[in-house]
């Protein structure tokens, strides 16, 4: 089975359109959105869900007032602030350390699952779809991700599709690395921005260091075409392919308002057949 990740080095690159345009193209496979903290594909997607799981990200202390001897040692170890002198804990502080836990002499303090996000398995006119949402100003979205690759993975190989397309997060941190992980193919999507050439260097830091195969697709290629230029000659110097270059087509957004990726949009306009182009190099690539 291989495994496709859809990155940028932050979001707003269009990332999203062209993963839900390849979702339309590919067959046989599994879409995947690890974009956990901002997700929007399943918008477009209009999914029908088959499976709801609940997410378990950090732990909460919990105190037992019967067995509470009111030492403070809690409120005084919490570097968190998140109990205070009347030994309230606030969720919204508590980062699940345990330490209270640890130091509490009477075993007051019990460290509890709290209700993180969930993850949705679902059937849509493109096929499964597997996608996670965290619950509002939740962390922990690394392990999010990794529980959404790894649903999406036991899909696949329940229904027997060979591949995965992942629409990743945007940025370096840790649930970049989490959609990662074991891939086949990074596709990193730019624009001809300053700014985007150099998110295009830090995600590629990324990828690399996981060892992961890049390819690059610029995105609005003819808004600047002396940064797209730059960003050929970066690639070429350092030996990654751009297997795509999609031209500023105002289709993108219209196609989104209609809830359609621009495939379904437009079968015939050019931007739909440079996505046809890029996917038949990057299937090239797979082989
Ligand atoms: S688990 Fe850590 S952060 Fe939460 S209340 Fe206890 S000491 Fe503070
Ligand atoms: S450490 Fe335990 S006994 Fe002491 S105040 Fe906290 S919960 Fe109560």
Redesign the pocket.
């Known amino acids: 089975m291989k495994q496709i990740t859809v990155i940028s080095g932050k979001g707003g690159t269009g990332k999203t359109s062209l993963t839900a345009a390849l979702s339309t193209i590919i067959r046989n496979k599994v879409i995947a959105d690890c974009d956990v903290d901002a997700p929007d594909l399943h918008l477009l997607l209009n999914p029908k869900i088959k499976k709801t799981m609940v997410f378990h990200g950090l ?3 919990e105190r037992d007032v019967e067995k509470c001897i009111r030492c403070m040692k ?1 409120y005084e ?4 602030d ?2 205070n002198e009347e030994l309230d ?1 606030d969720e919204d ?9 640890y130091v509490c002499p009477v075993d007051a ?1 019990s ?1 509890v699952d709290r209700d993180t996000g969930f993850i949705y398995t679902s059937e849509t006119r493109f096929g499964p779809f597997v996608y996670g949402i965290l619950k509002t100003a939740e962390e922990a979205s690394g392990k999010l991700v990794s529980m959404v690759r790894e649903s999406a993975i036991a899909l696949a190989r329940d229904k027997n599709m060979d591949m995965i397309i992942i629409d990743g997060p945007p940025g370096t941190g840790c649930p970049v690395i989490a959609s990662l992980s074991g891939v086949d193919i990074a596709l990193i999507v730019t624009e001809p921005t300053k700014s985007g050439i150099h998110d295009m260097e830090r995600v590629l830091k990324v990828v690399e260091h996981f060892g992961v195969k890049p390819l690059v697709c610029i995105n609005k290629y003819d808004l600047n075409i002396e940064n797209s230029l730059k960003i050929e000659e970066f690639c070429k110097r350092n030996k990654i392919e751009v297997v795509g270059k999609i031209s500023f087509d105002e289709r993108f957004t219209t196609a989104l308002i209609n809830g359609k990726s621009i495939v379904e949009y437009d079968a015939e306009c050019e931007a739909t057949r440079k996505i046809f182009d890029m996917w038949s190099r990057i299937k090239g690539r797979l082989e």
């Open positions: 732990k909460l202390a809690c170890n919490c570097r968190f998140a109990i804990i502080k508590c980062e699940g350390c345990g330490v209270c836990s303090i460290m």
